[in-house]
């Protein structure tokens, strides 16, 4: 069996997804056709690595090859449980060799006081340091005005965000979303678990529209969105997304920040998290989204998110929220009920550090070095390992924290359980869909970046082998 599926229309692949907890339909359609594309977490598409034909497909060999195949990789999973392993690829954390390079921070701040005389040691400054607003709105190209330094988690922004817009709607609503009689989601999937996870509690729902690899499905997206006045928002990760690495193009962006929307209130969670994490010396930039919605007569559209969580600490980094004038002011009216302000003392340890936008630039080439290596020992493992063999697609990011590795149909369960039975932690299968459930069973997301170079040998080379033998169960079962 190849690990291509077969094609199917972008609007039977799209499911909605009971926020309470209910699952209906794995490919329920969305209402009417949408048009036809191969999607991302289908095919791989632009970035999946077809391997060259220097092994035979297990599909093209006769059943005693099968079992012979089977027999070997048997053996071989046999041989992995004995080594008695302890890997975790579960989750997208800086390495400890990446925390390091911002040590200084532990000497810093040098003094107390901002460029303005502030002490920042003191109440006040809601909207946080004019000097860390200015560097970073430089690099996620908006003006200072429509930037807030917070604390330590843009998830935490996203949370606040999406609780203000509940109990008060936004700038642009009508009434609180809380008063609708339900709230809509679109999610790209693949996509970033937490999202799902933060809309599930709210028991807001969610829909599903294919990613690319140049974005969610535009007019997936539009044709939903036009219709149907629950749909209030969608979640996108627009620069090396989370797992796929697509960057979301100009156009892809423009389409969704101009699409007429039947809620007057529609909102894009823009989570730039990797927006300066390059893979390669071709660096990705994001798209203007904040100039292409105000151009298009829809400036409180979109909210942009980002942090210093992957380029100083995760632990003690800073936060940034991004949007218009009005939605920053909408931002901190609410923010002001119940903080006196951010940690500024922070803020001005991490201005110091970089000394400039240039200066996290050039922070970031840095971590290039030292996890660019581990991404390509996961290329160069599968590609030996699975390739030729038509078992599995994997995507070749060019930035981000992760591979997404689609195996075949109805065996990424198993894949999991059996590297979990070796010694190899993963992340759950279905991670990267609402509530978990990968309609296809397909998709599991691999996180290099946190284990040595040697242990990602290790641990790639066990995941290849329980690919291997999951494929055999599967092929040997159809066989039989």
Same mark, same amino acid.
């Given at each position: 069996?190849s690990?291509? $599926? ?6 039977e ?15 329920? $359609? ?14 791989? +598409?632009?970035?999946?690595?077809t391997?060259?034909?220097r092994t ?62 502030? /002490? ?6 809601? =909207? ?25 988690? +843009? ?31 679109i ?5 970033? /678990? ?6 599930q ?24 969105v ?17 797992p ?11 389409r ?14 823009? /989570? ?20 292409l ?36 002011k ?6 002001g ?18 000394? +400039? ?46 591979? +997404? ?25 279905g ?6 459930? /990968? ?21 790639m ?7 291997l ?7 040997? =079962?159809?066989?039989?």
């Amino acid at each position: 069996m190849s690990g291509a $599926p077969e094609r199917e229309l972008d609007g039977e692949a799209s499911c909605h997804v009971g926020g309470t907890g209910a699952r209906r339909p794995a490919c329920a $359609p969305c209402g009417r056709p949408l048009r036809a594309r191969a999607a991302l977490w289908e095919h791989g +598409s632009v970035t999946e690595h077809t391997a060259t034909d220097r092994t035979t497909p297990l599909a093209e060999r006769s059943a005693d090859d099968l079992a012979s195949f089977a027999r070997e990789q048997q053996e071989a999973y046999a041989a992995l449980k004995e080594r008695g392993l302890k890997l975790d690829l579960t989750r997208g954390k800086p390495a400890s060799e990446q925390l390091d390079l911002a040590n200084d921070l532990l000497a810093l701040p040098k003094g107390w006081t901002d460029a303005s005389g502030t /002490d920042t040691r003191n109440y006040g400054g809601l =909207e946080g340091l004019r000097e860390l607003r200015e560097m970073f709105a430089e690099l996620l190209w908006v003006a200072p005005e429509q930037v807030v330094a917070g604390g330590n988690s +843009s998830l935490t922004m996203m949370k606040d965000t999406l609780v203000d817009l509940l109990l008060h709607g936004g700038v642009d609503s009508p009434r609180p979303w809380s008063q609708e009689e339900k709230v809509t989601f679109i999610c790209p999937v693949p996509g970033y /678990d937490r999202h799902f996870t933060l809309l599930q509690s709210f028991g807001i729902e969610m829909v599903t529209v294919p990613m690319h690899d140049d974005g969610p499905d535009a007019e997936a997206v539009a044709t939903l969105v036009a219709e149907d006045p629950s749909i209030k928002g969608m979640w996108i990760v627009p620069t090396y997304a989370n797992p796929s690495g697509s960057v979301v193009s100009q156009e892809v962006a423009a389409r969704l920040a101009s699409m007429e929307t039947a809620a007057p209130d529609f909102k894009i969670f823009w /989570d730039n998290a990797y927006a300066l994490h390059h893979l390669t010396a071709d660096e990705a930039k994001s798209a203007d989204v904040l100039s292409l919605a105000a151009a298009a007569g829809h400036p409180h559209r979109p909210v942009m998110f980002a942090s210093t969580s992957k380029i100083t600490w995760a632990g003690a980094g800073v936060a940034f929220l991004a949007g218009s004038v009005e939605t920053v002011k909408w931002y901190l009216g609410h923010l002001g009920k119940g903080s006196i302000g951010p940690d500024k003392v922070n803020q001005l340890r991490h201005a110091q550090f970089f000394g +400039s936008a240039q200066g996290v630039r050039d922070h970031m080439v840095k971590h290039r070095e030292i996890i660019a290596p581990k991404f390509a020992e996961v290329e160069r493992v599968l590609t030996e390992r699975l390739g030729g063999l038509e078992v599995a697609t994997w995507t070749r990011p060019k930035g981000g924290y992760f591979v +997404s590795l689609d195996v075949l149909d109805g065996t990424a369960s198993r894949v999991v359980q059996l590297a979990k039975d070796a010694g190899v932690a993963l992340t759950p299968a279905g991670s990267s869909f609402p509530l978990g459930d /990968d309609p296809r069973d397909r998709n599991i997301r691999l996180a290099p970046t946190f284990p040595p170079l040697g242990q990602v040998t290790e641990a790639m080379e066990a995941v290849a082998t329980c690919v291997l033998l999951a494929a055999a169960e599967q092929v040997a =079962e159809r066989w039989a």
